[in-house]
Every structure is written in C-alpha cells, then in structure tokens.
C-alpha cells in the first residue's frame, strides 16, 4: 500500500506542463517512432543534428536500403472543419515542397495525452509525395501551413497499414 501512493507521488510531480517546450515534444515523437519501428525488428538510427529533413533513418536488415524519416508531432492535431468534417493537421513547413523524394517519408505522431494518459499515440507514415500536395495547395490557397488528411483517409497512413507501404521502399 505504501508504495502505491509513493508511485502515484513521484507520477504528480513529473508531470509536463501542458505548455511542453516544442522541442521536447519533437524529441519525444522522434524517440517513440524509433521504438515503434525497433519493435519491428527495423534497423534505426538517429542521425546528427543538421540534416535537412531527416530526423530518422530506418532500413531492413536484408536489403540495408534506408529511407529518411522526418517525424512531426502535436499533441492536439485533430480538428473539425466545417467544409471537410474531422480532420488530423500538423503543422508543416512550406520547405517540404522541394524535397519530394521517393526515399523520404513524413511520420506524423500524435501524442494524445500520452505518457501521462492512457492512449497510445496515434503514428502516420505518409510518402513525401502526398505532404508536398497538400503543402502546395495551401501554400496555392494562401493557407496556413500545414499537413492534413480526412480521418477517413488517414487509415491507410496509420500504424502497420503506413509502415507496410514505407517498408515497399525498402525492398
């Protein structure tokens, strides 16, 4: 019994603030994708600071081909529009548009309330292809920047449906 409440302490007082430093989300995405991927049985590594849209590279073992990762996350990336219905969106920065490559895939995460919640983050693995037309179209309609897909949509990007198109690209 005492050592319940000793847990349920130590879990009050490392609690984040809900105005989380995004860096230390960006941090917390990467990391929970490199988990998420290493529990495949996918070879992961974290590269240096500095590269341009790469926050992660993931290869099989058999075929040693790497595709870059960049992983962005939010802590509250779903919303209803009114035109469209409920939607994911994550901000996304105009500068995607120049690297449309086939061996560079956006892993969008939302976090939910995890760690301190219940839920398991939601994981999207999206081909820079379909980021970079949705970035275009804002940037054409003069909108916010950022990355969004109907929930219906996103079921194909979601999880082990995303990751089993990623790992074609690896083959």
Same mark, same amino acid.
């Given at each position: 019994?005492?050592?319940?409440?000793?847990?349920?302490?130590?879990?009050?007082?490392?609690? &984040?603030?809900?105005?989380? %430093?995004? *860096?230390? $989300?960006?941090?917390? !995405?990467?990391?929970?994708?490199?988990?998420?991927?290493? @529990?495949?049985?996918?070879?992961?590594?974290?590269?240096?600071?500095? &590269?341009?849209?790469?926050? %992660?590279? *993931?290869? $099989?073992?058999?075929? !040693?081909?790497?595709?870059?990762?960049?992983?962005?996350? @939010?802590?509250?990336?779903?919303?209803?529009?009114?035109?469209?219905?409920?939607?994911?969106?994550?901000?996304?920065?105009? $500068?995607?548009?120049?690297?449309?490559?086939?061996?560079?895939?956006?892993?969008?995460?939302?976090?939910?309330?995890?760690?301190?919640?219940?839920?398991?983050?939601?994981?999207?693995?999206?081909?820079?292809?379909?980021?970079?037309?949705?970035?275009?179209?804002?940037?054409?309609?003069?909108?916010?920047?950022?990355?969004?897909?109907?929930?219906?949509?996103?079921?194909?990007?979601?999880?082990?449906?995303?990751?089993?198109?990623?790992?074609?690209?690896?083959?």
């Amino acid at each position: 019994m005492r050592r319940a409440r000793v847990t349920v302490n130590v879990r009050q007082e490392m609690r &984040i603030s809900p105005k989380r %430093l995004s *860096v230390i $989300t960006g941090a917390c !995405g990467e990391h929970y994708v490199a988990g998420y991927l290493s @529990g495949f049985g996918l070879i992961v590594a974290i590269p240096r600071a500095g &590269i341009p849209g790469c926050d %992660l590279l *993931v290869a $099989t073992s058999k075929s !040693g081909q790497a595709a870059r990762l960049q992983v962005k996350t @939010g802590t509250q990336s779903t919303k209803t529009d009114r035109d469209v219905g409920k939607i994911y969106l994550w901000w996304t920065s105009p $500068t995607v548009i120049k690297r449309e490559d086939r061996n560079l895939w956006y892993v969008y995460v939302w976090l939910k309330d995890w760690p301190q919640g219940e839920h398991l983050p939601e994981v999207f693995f999206v081909p820079s292809k379909v980021v970079v037309k949705c970035l275009k179209q804002c940037v054409r309609d003069k909108e916010w920047p950022c990355f969004w897909m109907r929930v219906e949509e996103a079921k194909k990007f979601e999880g082990q449906s995303g990751l089993k198109r990623l790992l074609t690209t690896l083959r």
